[in-house]
């Protein structure tokens, strides 16, 4: 039995399917490689599959993960080739390697993610000072709204990181198993409005010790 | 037009609810060189992306259209209310999923008539994508189209369209655009392209046709101009072995209603059920052979990745190589964890033990229409089911380990009475009870569950039931209401029905004629869309339009019509004879049955000896 674990590039407006659609997609995509995916048992056998933390709905990613376990053996090239012959446009393989005994997995291993976010110009506005305004605030309250409920939550000990270089936004944000904070969330507490921000980017997912997985 | 696509991207997207949806970008999407392909036509589903990436004939017609050097494809569905309201917030028209074009820079616009609670959906298509909404309006721009069940009877619809499509598309399609191709290039006027298209077996350009009415209201004569024909038949595939079908299919990429891999097994069926329009107008049976279905089957899984099959026809049960497709299909795909499908099962033990067959491991609900209650009742609408089939299947499905049994029943048909409503009541109750006793014998202790949906009949043209009445809604209510109160008596039997209100607007539809093109567009204008949703279904707003145009609902479908009246579909045909629908529909008055002519002599109807086609059946069959 091996595990490999797969990152991908998810770029254009295929970014806009949901994290669910995207599992589902992703298992059509594996059947058409003919990759011999391994199956729980049981009354409704799936196929093992673990997948790195929900991507925001419209941001586009240069690397996302999922580990993999496979009935039988198989050459990492084989599987890249097939993998790649089956895959919709926007999505392309970045990188797969063997996940050796003992490591843990993907699902365990994100604790946090990085983007960059571009934005309208600003005229006037010192993004800067709201910058060192927000982080300088012991807790950020922010209301998430879902299906379950609505509650306030605490952003600040989810950002990491929050720059501006005048066109461009890096961030640094919780991702994970502990949580997430979403970059437009991040905007709506430095007062920028959905409809001004032009493009969102996912530019890695990193492990506690800010390693890759 | 790729500053269209990135508006549509920047401002459109990020701001609606499942905005996967109209995306396109499906594998095997099929997206040609715009400037190199000589004709480019639209594809427009008056319906949502998710019910419309359902539909076989859009993908057949994808495949078809998309396969000749010289014309595109590409698909347009309707956006849901949010993003409709913010692409007329920005100005952003109705737009292609495949290049993200506007619609209107096609040259055919072309849309299927599914249903015509959906039409209303079409004038505002039409409307989002900047095109004039009446045909006499339109002097350049996009030619617009239309085919399916609804081109039987279009003449709601006559003011908005160009032309009709009757029958199957597969060849007439791509004869169409190939015509209109060589008459741009000509540079003749629309009508007398129109003209010219009249000709073309299968095509109504409704403009050709002058109707007038008498001082009752009753259409009076329909009389061609300009050598229109003085009818239009169907266009008819003699053998679907032959028929061209993808051999790559669309995999969405965001959640579909009918989310698998479609294989069409046959087209047509001839058990003749009186109240079924799809019976009469497909016909006749036309099966394809195992070897055919077999290597479409490979071909789409092996392009696809889809993990279910449906094998669809009107009736699969009915397809006479049934048992023999579905063990093949087993044997290959089972390992690979492929499952097969049915949608829709006859009534009687054979079709469970396929149902078995195929049910990989969870047994949830099985689902029959016996359609009536009573023998008497079912009789007169020429369903060869009887009590017993209705008993033997759902005591197969009992045993067999199914807890849920649905049951379609339909009220307010011709001759019904007090009595065949207590039927339907009756026949759940026996059912029931035999799974009670099934569960006893076996001990089981799965709760059953029987629950009876019950619709409203809605007469349609092209059936022996066309010159009937549709019940009141009045009766309706009352009759569902009475139903209502039976089924409560009873413990683990549920009863549900539609919005009767729905049906009513449906008949009238289904029996009107080219007057109602006014009533549409009033309706429209005061905000009617999305029809067949019962969240925005506004029936009010039907009736005050209908007022304000000066006609009602009734007159279309309430009225009982004569044998002599003019129908306002009598200038189009699907090949089967007025006369014998009229015969049928005294058959039915007087109970009397009329056998299927797969297995029986033929019964009269005159498709094949009009259109110069058979029953082509594959198998012995049962």
Known sequence: ?213 | MVVLRERITRELLPFVTRPGQYIGGEYNQIVKDWDSTQLKMAFLFPDTYEIGMSFVGMRILYHVVNAQPDFLLERSFAPLVDMEARMREKGIPLFTWESGRAVKDFDVVGFTLQYEMSYSNILNMLDLAGIPLLAKDRVSGPLVVAGGPGAFNPEPVADFFDLFMLGEGEELLPELLAAYEKSKQAGESKHDFLVKAAQIPGVYVPSLYQVTYGEDGVIKEILPLENGPAVVYKRVLPDMDLAMYPDKELVPLTQVVHDRLVLEVMRGCTRGCRFCQAGIIYRPVREKSVDKLIQQADALLESSGYEEMGLMSLSTADYSCVNELISELLDRYSEEGVGVSLPSLRVDAFSVDLAEKVQKVRKSGLTFAPEAGTQRMRNVINKGVTEEHVLTATKAAFSQGWSQIKLYFMIGLPTETKEDLDGIIDLAVKVLQNGKEIAREKGIRKPLKVSVSVSSFVPKSHTPFQWFGQNTLAELKEKQHYLKEQAKQYKNLSLNYHQSEVSFLEAAFSRGDRRLGQVLLKAWEMGCKFDGWTEHFKYQTWIDAFAACGYTPEFFAYREMDKDEVLPWQHLSCGVSQKWLWHEWQKALAEDLTADCRHNPCSGCGVCQKLGVDNDLKGAGR
Not at chain 1, 13 to 22: A, M, Q, V
Not at chain 1, 153 to 159: A, F, S, T
């Open chain 1, 1 to 213: 039995m091996s595990i490999f674990r797969c990152c991908y590039r998810i770029q254009g407006n295929i970014s806009f399917l949901s994290h669910l659609d995207l599992l589902q997609a992703w298992q059509r995509i594996l059947r058409r490689a003919k990759i011999p995916v391994s199956m729980s048992q049981g009354f409704n056998p799936h196929t093992k599959i673990a997948f790195g933390p929900a991507r925001p709905v419209g941001v586009e990613s240069l690397r996302e993960y999922f580990d993999i376990e496979l009935q039988q053996e198989m050459e990492v090239a084989d599987f890249s080739q097939q993998l790649s012959l089956a895959l919709p446009e926007g999505i392309s393989l970045e990188e797969v390697r063997p996940v050796q005994v003992g490591e843990k997995s993907i699902t365990a291993l994100i604790a946090m993610a990085n983007y960059s976010v571009w934005v309208e110009a600003h005229n006037g506005m010192d993004i800067k000072k709201r910058i060192v305004d927000l982080l300088a605030k012991e807790e950020i309250p922010y209301l998430k709204t879902s299906p379950k409920g609505d509650k306030i939550v605490n952003l600040r000990p989810g950002i990491f990181v929050l720059e501006w270089d005048g066109e461009m936004f890096t961030m640094q944000l919780l991702a994970g198993n502990s949580g997430h904070v979403r970059p437009e969330e991040v905007l709506s507490c430095l007062g920028i409005e959905k409809e001004e921000t032009k493009r969102m980017l996912r530019t890695d997912l990193l492990c506690a010790d800010g390693a890759r997985p």
